[in-house]
């Protein structure tokens, strides 16, 4: 069975700074990983994701993610945090079936 | 991507009752699903639509209380019957494109 955990459930972050965000998951055949935002009120964003290729990946907003297939992880990465990144983060694990196992989800707040 | 739209944006329903929820999409997709967001929660998929079959519930959902219709490949509905408190959720609908889901700006749902 697939699943997906992200260890940190709030992450308080200051404006400017440097933001990553975990994300593990378990899968038995090559997985497809996402990123999703949720702000407040606001359906799911994509933010990136991975198929295959090239293990780091581009997304909207400035985020980045790198997959590590040897440690099973797809962990988000932003250089600076503007005060509009505070939102709800979903990571996601896929597959040939189409069906998606989400993660719990980490909270990022960003203080002035 | 995709523009998907759901219908009603919220709603408070009273236990008994049932409500139908809309989606519809920008696009032909023939992959469509269902999601429920308990408050405070991640996603946990209800099923799958696919456009001329039946669809297919995820354990621990059944037709009866959560029937779906997918009548062309741009619009679905999501039934939520018999409603009691614990049904109050964001219900978020998806389309698949290219093997990613994009999401609609979900259903708030209030059973009182």
């Known amino acids: 069975a697939q699943s997906v955990t992200q260890p940190d459930i709030h992450i308080t972050v200051s404006e400017g700074a440097s933001l990553e965000l975990r994300c593990n998951y378990s899968?038995?055949?090559?997985?497809?990983l996402f990123w999703y935002v949720q702000s407040p009120g606001q359906g799911l964003q994509l933010l990136l994701k991975?198929?295959?290729?090239?293990?780091l990946v581009q997304g909207i907003k400035g985020f980045e993610a790198e997959f590590k297939r040897s440690q099973s992880s797809f962990n988000l990465r932003k250089p600076s945090v503007h005060w509009s990144d505070a939102a709800e983060y979903f990571c996601?694990?896929?597959?040939?079936?189409?069906?998606?196992?989400f993660g719990a989800g980490t909270t990022v707040t960003v203080r002035a | 991507s995709a523009v998907i739209s759901q219908k009603p944006s919220r709603d408070i329903c009273q236990r008994g009752t049932s409500l139908t929820i809309q989606c519809q999409v920008d696009?032909?997709?023939?992959?469509m699903f269902w999601y429920r967001q308990q408050p405070g929660q991640s996603l946990t998929l209800i099923a799958t639509?696919?456009?001329?079959?039946?669809?297919?519930?995820e354990s621990g959902f059944v037709i009866d209380k959560f029937p779906i219709s997918r009548p062309n490949l741009t619009f679905s509905t999501l039934t939520v019957s018999n409603m009691s408190p614990e049904d109050s959720s964001i219900y978020l609908c998806?389309?698949?494109?290219?093997?990613?889901?994009?999401f609609g700006p979900g259903t708030r749902l209030t059973v009182l």
């Open positions: 998806s389309v698949d494109l290219g093997d990613t889901q994009y």
């Open positions: 899968y038995g055949a090559t997985p497809y």
């Open positions: 991975y198929f295959s290729g090239d293990t």
């Open positions: 996601a694990v896929g597959g040939s079936d189409y069906k998606l196992s």
């Open positions: 696009s032909q997709v023939t992959m």
């Open positions: 639509a696919n456009q001329g079959s039946e669809a297919t519930y």
